[in-house]
C-alpha cells in the first residue's frame, strides 16, 4: 500500500498473515520458492520437517505493542516497590520525586522509555522487521538445535541459499533468517 514499508509474507502452510520489510519479503518469498524448487527436483530432501517446505512462524512484530508488554510489567513492579515500601504521595509532585530516584537505579539495567527500550536486547529483534523464523522451536535447547537443524541432511543447502539470497542465519537460534 503505497510507502508502506512493511508487506504480507506469502504463507507457506501457515494461515496467519505474518509481515516484514518489503524487501525482506521479496527475498524471503523468492528463498521459499527455490526450496519448494529444489525439493520437488530431489535436490534436497522432502522430508525435513524445517529445512525442505520453509514455513513462517514468526516475523514482524509491532514495536509498540512490545513496548507497551514491557512497560506494563515495568510499571506493575514499581507499584509493587511503592506498595511494599509503603511509599505514599499527596500530589504529582511528591509522586516524581519518589519516582526519580527509583527510575535512575533501575533503567541502566531495565529501560523505561520507548528508545532506551529500542535499543535495549529486551526489544525482540522481529521488532525490526528484518528477521524470519522458520521453526517454533525453544532457543535454549541446543541439542534440538544440533538435531533438526546443524545436523540436517538439507543443512549445507540451506546456508547457501539463505547467503545467496540475503540472509545471514542467526548462530544461535538457526532457524532465525536475518536480512543481512
Given at each position: 500500500?503505497g510507502?508502506?514499508?512493511?508487506?504480507?509474507l506469502k504463507?507457506f502452510?501457515?494461515n496467519?498473515?505474518?509481515?516484514?520489510?518489503?524487501?525482506?519479503?521479496d527475498?524471503f518469498?523468492?528463498?521459499?520458492?527455490q526450496?519448494?524448487?529444489?525439493a520437488?527436483t530431489?535436490?534436497?530432501?522432502?522430508?525435513?520437517?524445517?529445512?525442505?517446505n520453509i514455513k513462517?512462524f514468526?516475523a514482524?512484530?509491532?514495536?509498540?505493542?512490545?513496548?507497551?508488554?514491557?512497560?506494563n510489567?515495568?510499571n506493575?513492579?514499581?507499584?509493587?516497590?511503592?506498595?511494599s515500601n509503603?511509599?505514599?504521595?499527596?500530589?504529582f509532585?511528591e509522586?516524581?520525586?519518589q519516582?526519580l530516584?527509583i527510575?535512575?537505579?533501575?533503567s541502566?539495567?531495565?529501560?523505561?522509555?520507548l528508545?532506551?527500550?529500542?535499543?535495549s536486547?529486551?526489544?525482540?529483534?522481529?521488532?525490526?522487521?528484518l528477521?524470519?523464523e522458520?521453526?517454533d522451536?525453544?532457543a535454549?535447547n541446543?541439542?534440538?538445535?544440533?538435531?533438526?537443524?546443524?545436523n540436517?541432511k538439507?543443512?549445507?543447502?540451506?546456508?547457501?541459499?539463505?547467503n545467496s539470497?540475503?540472509?545471514?542465519i542467526?548462530?544461535f537460534v538457526?532457524w532465525r533468517?536475518?536480512?543481512?
Open positions: 500500500v510507502n508502506n514499508p512493511i508487506a504480507y504463507s502452510g501457515g496467519e498473515n505474518f509481515r516484514a520489510m518489503n524487501f525482506v519479503v527475498a518469498n523468492k528463498l521459499a520458492q526450496f519448494e524448487k529444489c520437488m530431489g535436490k534436497i530432501r522432502r522430508d525435513d520437517p524445517f529445512l525442505s513462517i514468526k514482524f512484530e509491532d514495536p509498540m505493542a512490545k513496548y507497551n508488554e514491557h512497560i510489567v515495568y506493575g513492579t514499581l507499584l509493587s516497590m511503592f506498595r509503603n511509599i505514599v504521595f499527596s500530589d509532585d509522586f516524581v520525586g519516582l530516584p527510575l535512575k537505579a533501575t541502566k539495567r531495565t529501560p523505561y522509555t528508545p532506551a527500550y529500542m535499543k536486547s529486551f526489544c525482540p529483534i522481529t521488532c525490526s522487521g528477521s524470519i522458520i521453526a522451536l525453544d535454549s541446543d541439542t534440538a538445535k544440533i538435531k533438526r537443524f546443524v540436517s538439507n543443512w549445507e543447502f540451506y546456508v547457501n541459499t539463505c539470497y540475503g540472509f545471514m542467526d548462530q538457526p533468517l536475518v536480512a543481512d
